[in-house]
């Protein structure tokens, strides 16, 4: 006879203030097989797991109903209660109370009998759980970095530097990301480059690192500990192993009108090029939509003038397969380009720039050399607008958050735009300032006091071309919404920053989740910000959501940690809810009738045929036979199965059903 | 005599939708009391006679709710339900199940709103079409006869 308990948690006020808890235990105390049954303020709390612990033991409990939060809040912590009673861990249930009913419903009758709707539903459930064991499956103990942008660098050199292995993955032909496009970094104006670039010749050189660059994820399978994945290894056209850097190549190749990506279109590259001169490695790649060979046959002169031979154009993309036992998100953001904005004329006047085009203007490295020069004329502009919220905080544009790093690169621009043009004015319009980090404040009051950057508060409803200027019209509304216009030499406008390109393809591939803008999803927002919900996966840097250096940084050291606690072990223990063939002994009465349907629905490859043969070595029949250390447990199989010989624990058949009894019959 | 409260269970999965409505709860949104949730480890897992068992057992309507296509935390267990459930439904139509009152749909972790919203147009749709009396009555009947 089942002998279960059931723990009411008032979570402080959380629940109770909603769900009257000492009723729902009175009723729960009456139902079929309770044994026992109390409520208690805060049931996680060491108290409330004593509670626990000794009322298993007393009443010589069969399995627990912990009425409470969400299982993915604290299912760990009462199966750990329930082990400390005696008990099997997976005799435990959670009944979620809390987010399921107390935080969506108002006190009242409706609302008790929810809970204890719920709460009976969990009791025959766990009437029905079985005992099981966990799973133990080994750890390769290498990471994969997938991004090199400061926060896959800072993850890479973390983990490396901790002593495992890792395969760093980069899409474009170097690693640096959009730090090493910046001129001069908030909130100290240090160089990023300089800061930067040490940093990115130590992935190079650390033997623990092996990096990919241009290249990208192909798939991604497995779990936890042990995932496998294909590495496509793009083309270069450039044999890695031979090229020496030496720039012989990009020198003399005579198609080099291509627009820059690095330059963000304000300069021209060859079609076999470097991205920029600092780049790791230093090794160029063809761009094949644009080389005169690919094209028509003709030209070949950077193989010419190789001298180690290091030009392929018969190279092809390569896969790469690696063993890796956790991965590290880090593939960045991207800002929206002007031509997203109608209101400042998609795009279409040269002048009107986005703040990662003024970041190159500012670098000493840029197409200017430093020079703050306009793109339609190589003036250097007197009068300079700035437009902060340029696209995010609009639910129109379908933009509602905050893009966070705007406001300060806005006030380093106008600074740095006053270091470089002394007579010149800048003014920056604004919905508010935000500058909430250390020595930001100060930063934004040094722009307006220092630099003397006019802030108006207000948005910018147009800009338009009168006779070589841009017309500003916006509303100063700390003047009583008063029309401004400014003759503008020139406008930057600090787009939304938004998710990477391929972000959602790339979180498919590996079953993370990600918000409606296409960051990806931490596992909690606040306990656990550098998790996915994908065990083994974690995230760092702004593909998570638009975040800073200090901040990207943070975090990915972050994950360093977290995956150098996953390596302190050699073995993992897997959570065993998995499916399972029916067998018997002998197995030949297993119930499986052979038909295979299960095989083709599995994710994992998981289902095997198990041949039964007589004694004398003759096959009688074949069963499916589902390998448990492949088996993720969702379960599809089990639906397929038209024999119903499979099932899957912690949601087996009769789990299910009595769940739905428990829930109607009242 | 007080409104017809219908009784709405939601098959959910664990990943998306039951995170999704996890989300509500975080975000205090408030929603129809009506609904009891069922979680799986995916959608795949579902077996839809447990939807007739639901029915039979005196549920009035039903929701199914995981991952949206392609974000399956299991690559494709959503993508069997879906094609399951096309089939489910037209054997429901054919025998004579009201498939209006079963609701297939996507929420994801992040979605806690959309939650909320689908309980409560379940709801309120279900409340039109009243309670599932001729199921009801058609099981219980033929057990006690
Ligand atoms: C105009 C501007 C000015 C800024 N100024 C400052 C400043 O002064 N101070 C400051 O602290 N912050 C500043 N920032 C913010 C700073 O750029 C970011 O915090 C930082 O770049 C985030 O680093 P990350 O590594 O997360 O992302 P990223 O820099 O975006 O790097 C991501 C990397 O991943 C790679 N990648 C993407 N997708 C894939 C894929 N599918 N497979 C493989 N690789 C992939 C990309 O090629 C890239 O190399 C500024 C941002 C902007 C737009």
Known sequence: ?666 | MSEFEPKIVAFVCNWCTYAGADLTGTSRIKYATNVRIVRFPCTGRIDYMLLTKAFASGADGIIVSGCHPNDCHYTSGNFHARRRWMVFKKLCDFMGIDTRRIVFSWVSAAEGVKWADIVNTTVEEVRKLGPYESYHKLSTQDILA
């Not at chain 1, 760093?168 to 908030?186: A, K, N, W, Y």
């Not at chain 1, 500990?225 to 005579?254: H, Q, W, Y």
């Not at chain 1, 209101?343 to 703040?355: A, L």
């Open chain 1, 1 to 666: 006879m089942a002998r279960i308990g059931v723990f009411i948690c008032h979570c402080g006020e959380n629940i109770s203030a909603t769900v009257d808890c000492p009723k729902v235990s009175e009723v729960a105390a009456k139902f079929p097989g309770v044994a026992f049954s109390t409520d208690y303020k805060y049931m996680c709390s060491d108290p409330g797991q004593s509670l626990v612990v000794n009322a298993i033991k007393e009443h010589k409990l069969t399995g627990i109903v912990v009425s409470a939060c969400s299982p993915r809040m604290h299912e760990p912590t009462f199966r750990r209660a329930c082990a400390e009673g005696g008990l099997n861990p997976y005799q435990c249930e959670m009944a979620n109370i809390r987010e399921h009913c107390s935080w969506v419903h108002e006190k009242g009758d409706k609302t008790d009998q929810k809970a204890i709707d719920i709460v009976r539903m969990m009791v025959e459930k766990v009437k029905r759980n079985n005992a099981l064991l966990p799973i133990k499956v080994p750890v390769t103990k290498t990471a994969l970095v997938i991004g090199g942008g400061v926060a896959g660098i800072q993850a890479a050199l973390d983990i490396a530097n901790a002593g495992h292995k890792v395969i760093m993955v980069e899409r474009d032909p170097s690693i640096g990301g959009h730090m090493s496009q910046l001129s001069e970094t908030f909130p100290t104006l240090d160089c990023s480059q300089c800061i930067l670039t040490p940093r990115m010749v130590e992935v190079a050189q650390n033997p623990n690192i092996k990096l990919y660059t241009y290249a990208e994820i192909e798939s991604v399978e497995g779990f936890v500990g042990n995932f496998n994945v294909k590495i496509r290894k793009k083309a270069k056209s450039v044999d890695e192993t031979l090229c020496n850097g030496c720039g012989m190549c990009t020198t003399k190749c005579p198609n080099k009108k291509n627009p820059n990506e690095f330059e963000l279109g304000m300069g021209n590259r060859p079609a076999i090029y470097v991205p920029f001169p600092q780049a790791v490695p230093n090794i160029p790649v063809i761009d094949k939509t644009q080389c005169t060979y690919y094209k028509n046959g003709k030209c070949k002169i950077c193989e010419k003038v190789c001298q180690p031979k290091a030009i392929r154009f018969d190279q092809e993309d390569e896969i790469i397969e690696v063993a890796v036992g956790a991965i590290a998100l880090c593939t960045g953001f991207d800002i929206k380009k002007t031509d997203f904005f109608p209101e400042y004329g998609y795009g279409k006047y040269k002048d009107i720039i986005d703040g990662l085009q003024f970041e190159r203007l500012a670098s000493a490295s840029g197409p200017t050399s430093g020079e703050i020069r306009r793109p339609s004329d190589g003036q250097v502009p007197k009068k300079i607008v700035f437009v902060a919220c340029a696209g995010s905080r609009d639910p129109a544009k379908g933009i509602e958050y905050c893009s966070k790093i705007c406001c300060m690169y806005t006030a380093k621009h106008a600074i740095l735009y006053k270091h470089k043009v002394h007579d010149g004015q800048a003014y920056i319009f604004y919905m508010d300032i935000r500058a909430a980090g250390k020595n930001y404040d100060e930063f934004t009051r040094r722009a307006i006091e220092e630099d003397q950057a006019q802030y108006i508060r207000g948005r910018v409803s147009r800009i338009y071309e009168r006779d070589g200027k841009l017309i500003v019209v916006g509303a100063d509304t700390l003047m009583n919404a008063q029309t401004v216009e400014i003759e503008a030499d020139m406008v930057v406008l600090a787009t939304a920053g938004v998710a990477n390109k391929g972000a959602e393809e790339l979180a498919q591939k590996l079953h993370v989740s990600y918000d409606q803008h296409k960051f990806f999803s931490e596992a909690h927002p606040k306990l656990k910000p550098v998790e996915t919900n994908t065990a083994g996966i974690y995230l760092a840097g702004a593909c998570q959501s638009p975040k800073d250096i200090p901040e990207s940084v943070a975090a990915a050291s972050g994950v360093a940690g977290k995956i150098a606690c996953l390596f302190a072990n050699s073995e993992l223990t897997r959570e065993p809810l998995i499916a399972m063939v029916d067998r018997q002994a002998p197995p030949m009465y297993s119930s499986c009738t052979g038909c295979f349907l299960c095989q083709p629905v599995c994710p994992y490859n998981a289902i095997e045929r198990e041949e039964v043969k007589d004694r004398n070595g003759n096959l009688v029949r074949e069963l499916a036979f589902i390998n448990p250390g492949l088996c993720q447990g969702c379960g599809t199989c089990v639906a397929v199965c038209k024999s119903k010989s499979i099932d899957i624990e912690g949601y087996t058949n009769l789990q299910m059903y009595a769940e739905v009894d428990a829930l109607l019959n009242s």
